[in-house]
Every structure is written in structure tokens, then in C-alpha cells.
């Protein structure tokens, strides 16, 4: 059972999230363990697996972009992990910019932490940044946005190019977070350390 | 269903509840004497065990063999818990992968002492109810990892108790408000405990209530504030005095009693004196509100950036909180309520005891696990990440912190090199990238795998996170369908075997005679009145005539005679006789120590003049 299906909803990226919010509470106060207690072990065993999948489904649904990346595993037969889908790419307009900026990125790195770096290399490439956060954001909208109804209004014989044009999507915006949090790692910027490159 | 109680195992108090079947409403359990906190603390005596208040008494007279606080051992490794061995009496070693205590010639784990907690309020709960009690749903801080999980969880059954459900703290203490019918909305609860912090927030929303985020540090709390105020105390005895209390481990433990009362009194007071006798001389001093939020700023600071961390991983902005929620002891301090207050921009609820609340709460979910109460239900996360280690010591995340549990989660393996027929997994818990600076959980051999090309070998792993928290793991080999043997090797903690020795010790050697055990506990209070006396007569003897004098040496010498008898009632009865005829005394003495107080005070003023 996919989590759409746990759900009872079609394979379809529109989703009304306060239903879906309704849904997983009634789902959760029928199914939950707590109130199963006293059925047989092999039951209870059934129960929490049941109520495991609700969950893992509630979480890959409720939020646009995680529907987005959970529908691109499912549709290419790797439903297993949550994490990386895609490798990130670069995105092709930005190309000549990106090299320029790893490029300081390197020199600050090499220019060692304690020197840090000067007030002018920062200015520019807080600048750079939040040119970057801006493309970033961009780049979610038109996933939640214009991808996901083409993807919703798609016949099957669309359905692939609809899958190309989200990993597509979803390789630079992989791309630009890598980018963002490194330079917001060079500003000494980044909140408590290693933990913002994990979040999802 | 038989019946579940409540238990709040905290640092420094436990306490039991359970719902009242007539009005609904959860209710705490007393004991005899009609306290409902229990001490936790435990004190290993020639005769026996004592726990609770019993053991509390001896904490300055034995320091060595009274332990206190154990919670922050609890599932911890030697290396987690080092550097704050020095500030505890008694000796705690590494022992394969856990800590142990070693009372005299006796080695005990963090469990077992635990337990011993456990099965009084246990016992309480049973004469309360005049009937076995067998079930508990027991707390634990949010940020507990799976390892302290399961000591919780081996505690209990040490002590003779299923523990049917480990709940977190935070959300334990939104139940029972949730009871009392709080505003549906958007909730922060915030509990600074004695020894740990949790922040978490939740939707309260048609009866569920649904974690979004939770944070913490499992080694922050109320301890933490009065070490800060013993170090400070230590510094100024030995400018006043000359004297090094350093490494006078009696010394130390009447510091840091003195210290905790005196930051109590200042929840309520703006300055107050401690005044405490040592070997050969009294330290008295005034100490302020402000002194001491001096001294502790540094530590309620560091609360704030968990709760930054829990509203950033709930996508919220702290003004979308509609209301917070105050959960232990240590939220009393005015300097945490004001940070609080500051933070989420609204004065927080404290309506609910905030020593009760956590344990109110555990009677509630215990009442929903035994089917009487279905309208409510809570959804908790697990709060650390988990992963595995892969190549390069790189982590890669199975199930991200903040998801709902129950939660599961599959990975495939294969084999690297052909006929290969074991393969290693190692599960750690964390945020970190680097396997090394997470927390290791366990070690997983899958063996048994037929002999195949290497990559040929499909095996599904299931990693799945029970309502407890708690991780379990099991393996099947695709081709095949046959479930893989897996052999576990939890980095910290007890093995099944140990347990179960564990489980047969504590009925063969803790049922000790309850004649006996009130006999030290009666003898045990007679030893703290003829030391104090003693003591107060070397130091006061100038300020009560002869006539007096003689009464308390004689007070005294019937009660060191009946201390040596095994006459309850008559050792209780000149217990309370000396400390009758020496009532004055103690007055004068407190007099004359908040005049010198004074006095000195007013020399400070007049050198700073």
C-alpha cells in the first residue's frame, strides 16, 4: 500500500492539507496502539505496523515538496528511504556565477578560519546569497506551483515528461541548498552547526 | 484490564498517580505520611536499603554510599558522564559500556538503584489500592535517546513493574492540562526539571494532541543551578575562612543542600542568609535573587536556543504560539519564567503543580492504554534522528527527528564480496554527519545469508520506532523470504541476561524486614539529632546557663542509650524529647548567626564607603 493509498486518495499532488489533517486524525483514534491494547499479540503487532505506515504517509503528504520527492520514488519503483532523490545540478543559467562563487568559497576556505574573511569578500557573497535563497525559493514555487498541476492535469502519455521536469527541478534546488548553506557555513552563519544540512 | 498507574521518575523527585474512576480527574498518591513527593534517592546501609526521605538524611553523613540524582547516569557510558563525576560523592566506574556504582564492596547500575525508587512508589500504589500492582506507564525527559529508554524501561521490570508505555515528560504534562480542557491551539510546554530540559510544541486540536517538535539537553536542570551557587560559596569560604571544602565530601553535600534551600527561598524572596555550621567555624552569609541570577544567567540562557531549534523544526515563529506551558521545579526560579515570558512573547500557565503534573499526566495516558478514557490521544515524535553508519563514517538518516511514532523505516542491504554470509550494520541516533559524533545505539549482524555472487543477496531490513520510542529491528532475505538472524549488540546497556539476574536479585535480597527497615530509619533520624546537638553544644555552649546545659547532656545521653536499644517507640520518643529541650538553643544560636551576618555586612558596607 502506497501512502496515497493509505489515505484513499489518487496518485495526485493536490491535496487539501487541513482535509488531509482531518483525515489522519480520524485515521489515527481508529488505528492508534493505545487503543488496542488488549487485543492478541499477533494484532497489536499488526497495529503498530499499520499505524507506522499512517504515519510515515501523513509526513510524506502533508507538505507540497516532500509529496513531490515521495511521488518521484514511488513512480520510479524506489519507495524505501526518504533522503536524496536526485543528484544536484547546477542550474544552467546560473553556471558562470556558480564557478565564481565556489571559487571564493575555496579561497575563504583556504584562508583558514581564524583570518576569516575581509568585510568586502563577506558583502559580496551575502549578496550572492540572497540572490541565491531568492532563485531557491523560485524554483520550490514552480515545484508546488505550475509542475505539480501539469503533473495533476497529465494524461499517461505525459506522465514522464511531467517525472523529468520535477527531478529536474528537484536537482537544482538540491544544487542551491548545498550552495546556500556553504556560504552561510563561510559567513559563520549557519544555525548550531551540522544540523542545517540535515533538515527536511 | 488490570489497573496502570503513573510513576514520574525525576531526578530529584518521584512520585505516583492515578485516574480516579468516579470523578475522572487523575490524583496523586500519598504515603503514610501523607507526602506525595518520594526523594530520589537511595542510601545502601550495613542493615538494608533505605529510599526517599529515610535516605535523604543521610546524604550528608554518608555521602559515600547515598546516591542522588542517578537519572543522569541512566543508559549513559562512563565517557558521557565524566566530567561531572568529580561533583558526586559517590564512586561511579565504567563498566562494559555502562556506569556502575560501587558502594563498598558492592557494584550497582543506575537500573537497579532506580528501581529501587520504583518499586516504593510501587508499594505505595499497592497499599493505597490494597491490591497488586503490576502495570505503569513510567516518564521519561523528551530527549531521552533510546538507550536511557531502555534503562528506564529495565528499571521497571527490575522492580517488579511492566512498564507498559515510557512517556515524554513535556507531553505527559499537555495531557493533564489537556484534561482540564486548555484552548485548542498551538502549545509550547517548556520543563526544566532537576537534572534535564525539554521544549516541545504541540497542536492540541479535537481531543489529540500531536507533537510537531520537541528539543532539549538531558544534562540541564535545577542541579546544574545549585553547583553554580556552590562554586561560589566554596570561593568565599575560602576568602572568609581559609578553609578548602573542596574535597570534604560531607562538606560539600551540606553546601549543596544549603545552596538548593537558599535558591528556593529567593523564588519568593529578594535576598535571604545561609547560615551553615562546619568543623570549627559557622559561614553565614546574605545572599541575593540577584547574586544567584547572576550565577545561573549563563545556564537558563542555554534553554533558549532549543526552544529556537523546536518552533524552527515545527515551521512556526514563536508569536504563533498560543499558549505556554510551565513543567518543573526549576520553572519557580522568577529569572526562567521572565526568559520564558520574553521568548514566547505571553505569560506562561502554571496552574497545574508543576511537581505533580508530569506524574497527573502519566495517569492519564495510563488510563487511555487501560481503555477508560477514548477521546483523547496523544501522537509524540521520536526526538533524535536516526541512521546508520555507511562508508566513510558518514551517516545516512532512516527516520529524521520529529517523526510521528510509531514509526518504520526500510533500507536494503546487500554483500560486497562474493559467498560473504554476514553482514554489519551500525545504528546510531543523532544530528550530526559523522557516525562518530552521534550517539552509537547497537550493532547488527545479519548472518546466515546464503553463499551468492556479491550484490546478489537482497536483504530488507525494517527498523521501526514503537510508541515508546524504542527501536526494534528485524530482517528478511528477499530472494529466499526467510527472516535473517540478527544478533544485537547494544552499545550501552544491560544484556537480557543481566536483567533478568537483575530481576531475581531484587525479590531474593530487597524484601527485607519491614520491622528492620524502620528500625534504621528511626535509628538513622536519632544519629542526624545527636550529631547536630553535639555539635551545636561545642559551638554554642556560652549562650545557655548551667541549668540548661545540664537538660540537653541529659536529653542527650537517654537518647544515645535508647539509639543502642531496638525499641522503636523508645528511641522515637527521646528523639523527640532532645529535640524539645534543645529548641531554644537552636534559637539562640540562629540568632546570634544572622547578627554576625549583619555585622558583616555592615563591614562590607563600610569598607566599600
Redesign the interface.
Known sequence: MDHFEVFGLPRRLGIDTAELQRKF?EL??RG????H??APPERQAEI??A???L??A??ALRDPLARIEYLVRLEEGRD????ATVKPKAPPELLEEMFEIQEALQEAKSAGQSVGLDAGAKRTLSAQRDRLRARYEQEEARLRGPLSQAWDAAGPADRAGALTAFKEALAVRAYLRTVIDDIDEALGES??G??S??R? | ?SRIVGIDLGTTNSLVAYVDDKTGLPRVIPDRDGQVLLPSIVSFTPEGVLVGAAAKRRLVRRPESTVYSVKRLMGRGYDDVKDELGYLPFKVQPADGIVKIQIGDRDVTPPEVSAIVLKSLKERAEAHFGEPIEKAVVTVPAYFNDSQRQATKDAGRIAGLDV?RIVNEPTAASLAYGLQRIKEGLIAVYDLGGGTFDISILRV??G?L?VLATNGNTHLGGDDFDRAIVLALLADIRTKHGADLGRDLEAMQELRLAAEAAKIRLSADERTALTIPFDGFTYHRAITRAEVEALIGRLVESTL?PCR?AL?DAGLAAADIDEVVLVGGSTRVPLVRRRVQELFGKTPHSQLNPDEVVALGAAV?AQ????GI?DM???DVTPL?LGIETLGGIV???I?RN??????????FTTSVDGQHVVDMHVVQG???LAK?CRSLARFELSGIDPMPAGMPKIEVVF????NGILSVTATELRSGKAAAIEVKPTYGLSEADVERMVEDSFTNAEADVEARLLIETRNEADTVITHVERALAQGRRLVGDDEHAAIVAALTALKDARNTTDRDRIREATTATNQTTEHLAELMMDAALKGALASRRADEIMEK
Not at chain 1, 492508534?32 to 487503543?35: K, T
Not at chain 1, 524505501?80 to 533522503?83: A, S, V, Y
Open positions: 486524525y489515527s483514534r492508534h496502539p493505545d487503543f491494547q488488549a503498530l505496523e499505524s507506522a505506515r504515519n510515515a501523513y509526513r524505501t528511504r526518504e533522503g544555525e548550531e551540522h544540523v544540512h540535515r527536511h | 484490564m507498559v486540536k479535537d489529540i500531536e536556543a531549534m524552527a495516558q487511555i492504554l487501560a481503555g477514548t490521544l496523544l501522537l534522528s545516512s538518516v532512516l529524521p517523526t510521528t511514532i510509531p514509526t518504520s523505516a526500510r533500507e536494503m544530528e550530526r554527519e559524533d521501526l520506532i514503537d510508541a
